[in-house]
């Protein structure tokens, strides 16, 4: 089974960095291409990043290109999503998610193992 556990959000003001990590199960990032998602309030969760595992490929939603990087070690079982220059509006919670296979899905059925979340807070 597939468990997965956020860590690293926080309080930061506007311009600032965070790195957030995913510590998952034994073997899982061999498997599973794992994905970043968020949810604000009153808003519907969203896709924000997602890695490849058959192909090593890497997606990003278009207002966080350029500024969100996600990579994964899969020597330590650990995502990482590093957000620079972020914003008052990438203020959310944010989720790591496996999917059912090797390949990142556009959809969020796709995506069968959630963690817990953890809040990022953008705010001066």
């Known amino acids: 089974q597939v468990q997965l556990v956020e860590s690293g959000g926080g309080l930061v003001p506007p311009g600032g960095s965070l790195r957030l990590s995913c510590a998952a199960s034994e073997f899982t990032l061999e498997y599973h291409a794992i994905a970043w998602f968020r949810q604000a309030l009153g808003k519907e969760r969203e896709r924000v990043s997602c890695?490849?595992?058959?192909?090593?490929?890497?997606y990003y939603k278009n207002s966080v290109e350029g500024r969100f990087t996600i990579s994964s070690d899969r020597a330590k079982s650990t995502a990482y999503l590093q957000m620079d220059s972020l914003k008052p509006e990438d203020t959310a919670i944010y989720y790591c998610?496996?999917?059912?296979?090797?390949?990142?899905?556009?959809?969020?059925?796709?995506?069968?193992?959630w963690g817990q979340g953890t809040q990022v807070t953008v705010s001066s």
């Open positions: 998610a496996a999917a059912t296979g090797p390949y990142c899905s556009d959809q969020i059925v796709g995506y069968t193992s």
């Open positions: 890695i490849s595992r058959a192909t090593g490929s890497t």
